[in-house]
């Protein structure tokens, strides 16, 4: 049991750092194009996109290597937190329709806060490059 809980850490930060890197690489999909829908569909601050997509990629890539964990845990919870508030919760307020589906994202960013909250309190673990 031991030896599978030593081996949790490096796979919960794979797994969280893969959904921001996916994220941030499905922005850029379809090119130009797919960026400018991005831009007009889902941010509202167009300026925003290259800054988000760069965090994305650059968080997944430090959480997956283990590298200033702590920092990116927290940077990512807030990431969720906020992105879970301002493009799901308040959005399907304004469109009841889609409501309960915003609510459903809002709470999946929510739990992924938790779990970057975690890393943030207890490090990245075993097989990482440094030891924050």
């Not at 490096?10 to 941030?24: D, E, H, K």
């Not at 990431?79 to 999946?108: D, M, R």
């Amino acid at each position: 049991m031991k030896k599978l809980q030593s081996f949790a850490y490096p796979v919960g930060r794979i797994l969280l750092g893969l959904l921001f890197i996916m994220a941030g690489i499905g922005k850029l999909q379809g090119g130009a194009a797919g960026l400018a829908f991005y831009i007009e569909t889902q941010l509202p601050l167009g300026f925003l996109a290259w800054p988000v997509i760069i965090f994305e990629i650059a968080v997944g890539v430090l959480l997956i290597i283990g590298y200033q964990t702590r920092l990116t845990g927290l940077a990512a919870a807030i990431f969720c937190i906020f992105t879970g508030i301002f493009y799901h919760l308040l959005p399907g307020l304004a469109a009841p329709e889609s409501f309960q589906q915003e609510i459903t994202q809002t709470l999946k960013n929510v739990a992924l806060a938790g779990g970057y909250l975690l890393l943030f309190a207890k490090g990245a673990g075993s097989l990482c490059v440094d030891k924050t």
